[in-house]
């Protein structure tokens, strides 16, 4: 069972207004769900089909398209370690690496305790200021071994 | 050095409107109530402004193709910034936001367009929040909504975040997205100003052609014209990164050599290395050799040199990097990206990983790179979309002007199966 709470119920309505269409909501949505769960549920995914007028399936179909929608639960920190072509230039691999040994986990893994959850992305837009991480909402730039021992260490 | 776009980014709090209209934002409306839709088209024409997001296509004529007529229209700024290099349109959003909304201002009341959205990226959600902060200010101070300045012209602007797809930047497919399908690309012609959102006209516009858009009218499309080259008018926002001292955004006039963008601006490259390899317009067009950086950075010599300006930023390695590497690093970017709706796009994309990650690792044949050539001919001009024309020019242009680096891994993996 799904609901939206109070809060996101007040954001939807809103979300609802912005378009002539219900369908355009469905990003939104999904967004909505996952910040309230962390992930996106099946019984989510019923509920923003009823909001929007279209099925499950669908929503579905929509959501799988779209690498920041997570179907599976994540930890209480997503790191998205961006290794495209400017990080890389600059040593992203071998700071990925770093993270990982220092988490204990491989790349796409979450830790044990159900912190952190680190992937790898690709282009982030913040290429002047190489290399980057996205630690939930928040960027990290001109990333460095130290910096990103202070970044972990200060995480609760 | 004459600039548009980022003259006053520095001012503190220029992100508020109280700030922004004390440095004379918002000025361009009134000057715009006075004069017709039309005559700001063709003052945007006669400036010369050109797509800034990579395609270079003239912004006046974009919007003079709107379907004639046909209402409502819209307007969706592609603010889903993702070409791998560029982090310019960021800039713009998250310090001068107040810039875009009057840019778009200016757009809609050209166009006839009384409904806008702002396509932001799912990772641009602090980027959103400051936007929304800034329309919420717009509404207050009576430049957006109903009868804006007495002028009798509504405009509602919202934002959009988009949730990790690269092909949403291609503007059909931001299309889609924004209707809350798959972004997939949609079959063109019909373009967007004919047959866009909602089936209705659309113009679709990036970041910065939109900001550009409040200079012209404030200053006159003579003085926006009078900055760049013939063809190439105005400034560009560029974003330097990879191997130089100073990575950064900077605006510059078009046609500066990118020799002094790379030495002067960006401070040269790192521990004064030598310039190997540079990508003049984002991971989607060829990259150049080292002998081509006195290339004048506009959109004809660039063409001109081989590859585009794209969306305006410079990929700059030196001579420590193996350039199969990076076009290994950028096939897996297009492989992963392909929205898989059409096939030379989503096979070859693969094909093209594998193939370079083979010679990567030294395991790769000498028949390797007539393979890829053959498979990048497959692809250009075949797929649906430009995406896989993008996916192709990391790879042939690197085995064009940079063959000895494909050639050392292949001797290298001769060597090792010799041995």
């Known amino acids: 069972m799904f609901t939206f709470s109070e809060s996101s119920e007040k954001q939807i309505e809103k979300i609802m207004k912005k378009?002539?269409?219900k369908r355009s909501?469905?990003?939104p949505l999904l967004a909505l769900a996952q910040r309230q769960d962390g992930y996106i549920t099946p019984e989510a995914m019923v509920e923003i089909g009823k909001r929007i007028d279209c099925s499950p399936a669908y929503v579905q179909s929509v959501c799988?398209?779209?690498?920041?929608?997570?179907?599976?639960?994540v930890g209480k920190y997503v790191i998205q370690f961006c290794i495209n072509i400017s990080c890389h230039l600059l040593g992203c691999d071998d700071l990925l690496e770093y993270t990982a040994n220092k988490l204990n986990i491989k790349v796409g893994e979450t830790t044990a305790d159900n912190k952190i959850t680190l992937l790898k992305e690709e282009c982030l837009a913040e290429c002047s200021a190489a290399p980057v991480?996205?630690?939930n909402d928040t960027y990290h730039t001109n990333l460095t071994r130290e910096k990103i021992d202070q970044i972990l260490d200060s995480l609760d | 050095m004459k600039l548009f776009l980022t003259h006053n980014i520095d001012t503190k709090d220029l992100h508020s409107i109280k700030v922004y209209k004390k440095q004379g934002g918002y000025g361009s409306l009134e000057k715009a109530f006075a004069k017709k839709p039309d005559e700001i088209v063709q003052m945007v024409k006669d400036s010369g402004l050109r797509g800034r997001g990579g395609a270079g296509f003239p912004t006046g004529l974009k919007w003079s193709f709107l379907a004639k007529d046909v209402f409502p229209r819209y307007l969706a700024c592609n603010a889903d910034e993702s070409e791998p290099g560029t982090c310019k349109d960021r800039v713009l959003l998250q310090k001068n936001p107040h810039l875009l909304i009057e840019g778009m201002i200016l757009c809609a009341y050209a166009c006839q367009i009384e409904t806008a959205y702002i396509y932001l990226r799912g990772e641009f959600y602090d980027l959103a929040e400051i936007m929304d902060k800034a329309l919420e200010e717009a509404y207050e101070a009576g430049y957006l909504g109903a009868n804006i300045?007495?002028?009798?012209?509504?405009?509602?602007?919202y934002t959009h975040l988009g949730a990790g797809a690269y092909i949403c930047g291609e503007e059909s497919a931001l299309l889609n997205s924004l209707e809350g399908m798959r972004g997939e690309p949609r079959l063109k012609p019909p373009f967007p100003a004919v047959e866009g959102l909602y089936g209705k006209p659309t113009v679709v516009n990036n970041v910065e052609t939109l900001c550009a858009v409040v200079p012209i009218m404030n200053e006159g499309p003579e003085a926006y014209a009078a900055v760049g080259t013939e063809k190439s008018k105005g400034t560009k926002l560029v974003s330097v990164s990879g191997h130089v001292k100073k990575p950064g955004n900077y605006e510059i006039p078009m046609g500066l050599p990118t020799r002094d963008l790379i030495y002067d601006l960006a401070g040269g490259i790192r521990d004064d290395n030598e310039l190997k390899a540079w990508i003049p317009g984002g991971s989607s067009v060829p990259m150049l050799p080292a002998s081509l950086v006195d290339t004048p950075y506009d959109y004809e010599a660039i063409a001109a040199a081989g590859s585009m300006l794209g969306s305006g930023a410079l990929i700059v390695m030196d001579h420590t990097t193996n350039v199969v590497e990076e076009a290994l690093r950028l096939a897996g970017f297009y492989m992963h990206e392909s929205c898989g709706k059409c096939t030379p796009c989503r096979e070859g994309t693969r094909w093209l990983h594998q193939i370079l990650s083979d010679i990567h690792l030294k395991?790769?044949?000498?028949s390797n790179i007539a393979l890829l050539e053959d498979i990048c001919d497959n692809m250009s001009f075949k797929c649906f979309c430009p995406l896989g024309d993008a996916a192709v020019a990391p790879v042939i242009s690197s085995i064009q002007n940079f063959r000895e680096d494909y050639e050392e891994l292949l001797n290298l993996a001769k060597a090792g199966t010799a041995s």
């Open chain 1, 19 to 21: 378009y002539p269409v």
């Open chain 1, 25 to 27: 909501a469905i990003l």
């Open chain 1, 64 to 73: 799988s398209f779209y690498t920041m929608f997570y179907t599976k639960p």
């Open chain 1, 133 to 135: 991480m996205r630690l």
């Open chain 2, 149 to 157: 300045l007495g002028s009798g012209m509504n405009l509602e602007m």
């Open chain 2, 363 to 366: 395991k790769g044949k000498e």
